[in-house]
T-cell receptor, first 114, second 112 residues
Framework: EAAVTQSPRNKVTVTGGNVTLSCRQT?????MYWYRQDTGHGLRLIHYSYGAGNLQIGDVPDGYKATRTTQEDFFLLLELASPSQTSLYFC?????????????FGPGTRLTVL | QQKVQQSPESLIVPEGGMASLNCTSSDRNVDYFWWYRQHSGKSPKMLMSIFSNGEKEEGRFTVHLNKASLHTSLHIRDSQPSDSALYLCAVPHDSGYNKLTFGKGTVLLVSP
């Protein structure tokens, strides 16, 4: 089964702080995604990528940057964290089929911005 | 922006009962529906997908799709307490087939 790992699993920072969330997948998937999950909003796509060096904007990108350094690694960066970014963040990967391929999710990172 | 509407927001069924969850897309170009299940404190995991009109059955789970009405439904028969979870419906994003749009989900509670 596809393996997607995330780190850290929990993070607390202060307003204005700098945060990097990491995601690694070991299944040679082309697509990787960053979502946030909030009560009442479901899963919302922040950024995604279809290969190393590629970055695509999702539906809620404001305040977030992302980098795909290798096929395995995808990072989400919050350079000036705000309390509104307190959320549960999931990384996912899928094969070349994009939306027609199953997405495999990591365990999530719970971020709290004080 | 494309919307995925799920109903009901929450549902309680007795153990052994039938649970029925609904999902409708506002994008007439959608031709693929996903159902993901997320247990409390866990990450979403794909449950079933459907792209042809009609019905698809996997064990206790059955998915129906009506493309004309852009409506899909998930039915769980002989519901078990382990089926208690958040059920998310997803469709290909209206701007391309590289990403998904998720609904807000239905919380299912199966009472023993």
């Amino acid at each position: 089964e596809a393996a997607v790992t995330q780190s850290p699993r929990n993070k607390v920072t202060v307003t204005g702080g700098n945060v990097t969330l990491s995601c690694r997948q070991t299944n040679s998937h082309n697509y990787m995604y960053w979502y946030r999950q909030d009560t009442g909003h479901g899963l919302r796509l922040i950024h995604y990528s279809y290969g190393a060096g590629n970055l695509q904007i999702g539906d809620v990108p404001d305040g977030y940057k992302a980098t795909r350094t290798t096929q395995e690694d995808f990072f989400l960066l919050l350079e000036l964290a705000s309390p509104s970014q307190t959320s549960l963040y999931f990384c996912a990967s899928s094969d070349a089929g994009g939306a027609r391929a199953e997405q495999f999710f990591g365990p999530g990172t719970r971020l709290t911005v004080l | 922006q494309q919307k995925v509407q799920q109903s009901p927001e929450s549902l309680i069924v007795p153990e052994g009962g039938m649970a029925s969850l609904n999902c409708t897309s506002s994008d007439r170009n959608v031709d693929y529906f996903w159902w993901y299940r997320q247990h409390s404190g866990k990450s979403p995991k794909m449950l079933m997908s459907i792209f042809s009109n009609g019905e698809k059955e996997e064990g206790r789970f059955t998915v129906h799709l009506n493309k004309a009405s852009l409506h899909t439904s998930l039915h769980i028969r002989d519901s078990q307490p382990s089926d208690s979870a958040l059920y998310l419906c997803a469709v290909p994003h209206d701007s391309g087939y590289n990403k998904l749009t998720f609904g807000k989900g239905t919380v299912l509670l199966v009472s023993p």
